[in-house]
Each structure stands twice: as structure tokens, then as C-alpha cells.
């Protein structure tokens, strides 16, 4: 059974850092894309960065790109993304999601089959 369980959440202060963790279970981490999401209250669920299947190839959106690394552990079966420099902005729920896919395109957001229940991040300014 795939599992997917978000963890580190919490409050902090703008400019803190926080590392999420995204436990994966009942699948080969070697053979899905990862990706961590998160949907502020009000707007859309948006992709913040992802890590590939194989050679894990990593994407960051816009507003990750130099605050946010994402990497994984395969011996502990664990994608994290590391978050400094954090501003109120990234206030949100975080999810991580998994699909099946090759590493030589990035899946769509609907093409992710597996989720978490999500992580609150409260940053205050």
C-alpha cells in the first residue's frame, strides 16, 4: 500500500528555516517523481519543486528557486525540502505527492496518483 506522510511542519518567524520530510512507503523511490505542493488559503494548489525518478533531476518553481532544495534518502525512504529565507508568502499547507514516471519529462499536477495529508507552514512576519 503507497504512503506518502508528511512531516516539520510548524510556526516560525520570517527569514527561519524549516526542513520538511515526505516518508514514502510501499513503492521504489528509485522508479517515481516526488513532488512537494502547497496551497495557500484562498488560491490554487501550485507545485513548489519536484524530484525526478532515476538520476533525480530537480525543478523548483519561481518562488523556491534559491530558498528551497529538495533531496531524498533512498535508504530512509524520505524526500525533503529544505526551506530558508522564508517569508510570510509561503504560508500554506505543503503536500508531497508521487506518480510513476519517467525522469525525462515533468508530470502535470493531475498526473501525480499519490498524496499526503499535508504539513501547515505559518510564517509570521
Known amino acids: 500500500q503507497v504512503q506518502l506522510v508528511e512531516s516539520g511542519g510548524g510556526l516560525v518567524q520570517a527569514g527561519d528555516s524549516l526542513r520538511l520530510s515526505c516518508g514514502a512507503s510501499?513503492?521504489?523511490?528509485?522508479?517515481?517523481?516526488i513532488g512537494w505542493f502547497r496551497q495557500a488559503p484562498g488560491k490554487e494548489r501550485e507545485g513548489v519543486s519536484y524530484?525526478?525518478?532515476?538520476?533525480?533531476?530537480?525543478y523548483y518553481a519561481d518562488s523556491a528557486k534559491g530558498r528551497f532544495t529538495i533531496s531524498r534518502d533512498m535508504f530512509k525512504h524520505t524526500v525533503f525540502l529544505d526551506m530558508s529565507k522564508l517569508e510570510p508568502a509561503d504560508t500554506a499547507v505543503y503536500s508531497c505527492?508521487?506518480?510513476?514516471?519517467?525522469?525525462?519529462?515533468?508530470?502535470?499536477?493531475?498526473?501525480?496518483?499519490?498524496w499526503g495529508q499535508g504539513t501547515q507552514v505559518t510564517v509570521s512576519s
Open positions: 510501499g513503492f521504489d523511490l528509485r522508479y517515481y517523481t
Open positions: 524530484i525526478s525518478s532515476g538520476s533525480g533531476r530537480k
Open positions: 505527492a508521487a506518480t510513476y514516471w519517467d525522469e525525462g519529462s515533468w508530470p502535470d499536477q493531475s498526473d501525480y496518483d499519490y
